[in-house]
């Protein structure tokens, strides 16, 4: 068909609903999309509904070579984001090298975590880029995070982390901070971390010298608090 070789779809802002994403997810069955590695969904209305359906088709091992889901402002929340990651969790796409959840608001821990745990099993590691900005991760999902780093080496190749307007407070701040200074992520290049205004002057502190070479090696920028 004439989408075999399609690498890329962007149906950003469109009001896409869960009924037509099932719709779609079902005739990947008849005619998948083998080489597509772009999936740009950003602001619809997939909801938890919608994204399941989508983790449900990579589950039976379509879209195999999707590469980065650029999913914000979707009204997605812990169910639909946790599906996802429990998907990726058996292994069946390890090649993801975006995953952009920034504006759902109610993405929380209890899906982080298990983003850390995808992470820990090795399963996450060409990852170069996340947002889950403007969502309402707190401390548990951070440290999880951090953890998975730590323990396992979890993010070799993760350039760009954006996690500006969360729910963390200084125990989140001195998780990553502890993280950083002990050379964990070490290609990361951007560090979002605006916005999170439970985070006094010792969070802020600790991570900045965990980038500036007081603690730790020096990295290429400042984390904003």
Not at 103 to 127: E, I, P, W, Y
Not at 131 to 149: F, I, K, Q, R
Request: glycine share 12%; hydrophobic share 40%; aromatic share 6%.
């Amino acid at each position: 068909g004439y989408l075999d070789e399609t690498i890329e779809i962007d149906i950003t802002q469109n009001t896409i609903g869960p009924a037509s994403t099932k719709r779609w997810a079902e005739l990947l069955d008849v005619r998948d999309l083998p080489k597509l590695q772009i999936l740009g969904n950003w602001g619809n209305e997939l909801g938890d509904a919608g994204i399941i359906h989508i983790a449900d088709a990579i589950s039976r091992g379509r879209l195999g070579g999707l590469e980065q889901m650029r999913c914000g402002a979707n009204k997605i929340g812990e169910d639909g984001f946790t599906h996802l990651m429990e998907v990726l969790l058996t292994g069946v796409n390890p090649n993801l090298t975006v995953v952009g959840f920034y504006d759902n608001h109610t993405l929380g821990d209890q899906s982080v975590t298990t983003m850390a745990a995808v992470a820990a099993a090795g399963h996450l590691r060409k990852l170069e880029k996340t947002d889950l900005s403007t969502n309402a991760v707190g401390d548990d999902g951070l440290v999880a995070l951090c953890a998975a780093e730590r323990e396992h080496g979890a993010f070799p190749s993760l350039l760009e982390m954006r996690v500006a307007f969360n729910r963390f407070t200084d125990r989140g701040a001195l998780a990553l901070a502890a993280t950083l200074a002990a050379g964990g992520f070490p290609k990361l290049t951007l560090l979002d971390f605006t916005m999170n205004k439970l985070i006094t002057q010792k969070g802020r502190d600790a991570l900045t010298a965990s980038c500036d070479g007081t603690d730790g090696p020096k990295r290429p920028f400042v984390p904003a608090a």
